[in-house]
């Protein structure tokens, strides 16, 4: 998908119970790789499914993987984890496909006029 990526941060997030456990159990890489993690599933598309071979692309590790599941902010499931809650707080791949295509049809419709013919002569 073309355009900017994006992931929605509830700015209460520092406090959030679940945060604020893995910070006070001297657990802050874990909190740094919930985050990351939000940013690969928005960044790919995967609804917020964390493979479990890309855990060290979002500077995790096994342990870390452990502690946000024993707080309860990824849920397991075989080959990787899921982000609790994902549907609930962020668009689903399909509506950020459908919002770029929106984008794009919109910038066509600005920079080439309302026969949406681009100077290659294509649609």
């Known amino acids: 998908m073309a355009g900017l990526k994006w992931v929605r941060v509830d700015t209460a997030m520092p406090r959030n119970h679940k945060i604020m456990q893995l910070v006070?159990?001297?657990?802050h890489?874990?909190?740094l790789v919930y985050i990351c993690g939000l940013a690969l599933a928005g960044e790919q598309g995967t609804d917020g499914w964390i493979p479990e071979q890309l855990l060290g692309h979002i500077?995790?590790?096994?342990a870390d993987a452990r502690h946000l599941v024993e707080v309860g902010l990824w849920l397991p499931r075989p080959g990787g984890w899921d982000i609790k809650d994902w549907q609930e707080y962020q668009p689903t791949?399909?509506?950020?496909?459908?919002?770029s295509a929106r984008a794009r049809a919109a910038a066509l419709l600005r920079w080439h006029g309302p026969?949406?013919?681009?100077?290659?002569?294509?649609g």
């Open 24 to 27: 006070g159990d001297g657990h």
């Open 29 to 31: 890489r874990a909190a």
């Open 59 to 62: 500077h995790g590790r096994p």
């Open 93 to 99: 791949s399909q509506e950020t496909k459908e919002r």
């Open 115 to 122: 026969d949406q013919t681009n100077h290659n002569g294509k």
